[in-house]
């Protein structure tokens, strides 16, 4: 087997390099088997583009800032307040 057909068959390597990509950079010769890879497989290129909305996502959970001064209402507090003690009198 050729290096040009181990790469175009081989999903596995292909989404290790999409992760890889995605937390830091590949070489050249990485982006180049990515691009031949993806080229002809469908099932890669929309895990490409599905890893790409997740961990975008992700990424902006964790860059939102933290509300401060969180507070819950005094009637939202009683009535939850009223619920667990009914519930613990059962």
């Known amino acids: 087997?050729?290096?040009?057909?181990?790469?175009?068959?081989?999903?596995?390597?292909?989404?290790?390099?999409?992760?890889?990509?995605?937390?830091?950079?590949?070489?050249l010769r990485e982006k180049l088997e990515l691009k031949i890879h993806l080229a002809g497989c469908r099932v890669c290129r929309v895990y490409q583009q599905q890893s790409t909305?997740?961990?975008?996502?992700?990424k902006s959970m964790f860059h939102q800032p933290i509300a401060e001064n969180i507070k819950l209402d005094d009637e939202f507090k009683n009535e939850l307040q009223h619920l667990i003690d009914e519930q613990l009198e059962k």
């Open 53 to 58: 909305a997740i961990n975008r996502m992700i």
């Open 1 to 27: 087997m050729d290096e040009l057909t181990k790469i175009a068959y081989n999903c596995k390597k292909a989404t290790y390099l999409m992760e890889k990509q995605d937390i830091g950079k590949i070489t």
